[in-house]
């Protein structure tokens, strides 16, 4: 796969998710992605439940606040689909038992443009095209 690596300005306050290797710009890709609809699906109990979580500590008292309309971020990642935004409307739904969550799945173009640096672009690349072909 070739694709060409464009930086963009971090800025002070932009959110962030780390999966202990890469780091994703969550604040440019959510600006990305409500202004393009065509990544908004409803994720059903099964597929929500099957998302790599990759650990992320959960905060019991933010789980009542969240809305549920608002889309978690899930990316076609080198081990599966990824949950990148969203673990406290995930562990919600699960509680409430929901039949389905609204999400974003962003496919492996898209989610690359919004990792913060070179060396996680590249290593990227290799890992999905190790273990996608």
Known sequence: MNLIYKSFNTEQGDETFTDCIFIWNISKLLVYLKSSKKYLYKLNKVQYTNLITSGQSVDESKIELVNLEEPVI???YYRGNLLIDGIHRVRK???????YIYAYVVPFEEHIKFLKNRTDFDLMIKLYNEFKL
Request: glycine residues 0%; proline residues 0%; aromatic residues 0%.
């Open 74 to 76: 899930v990316i076609d």
């Open 93 to 99: 739904a699960q509680k409430l038992n929901c039949e």
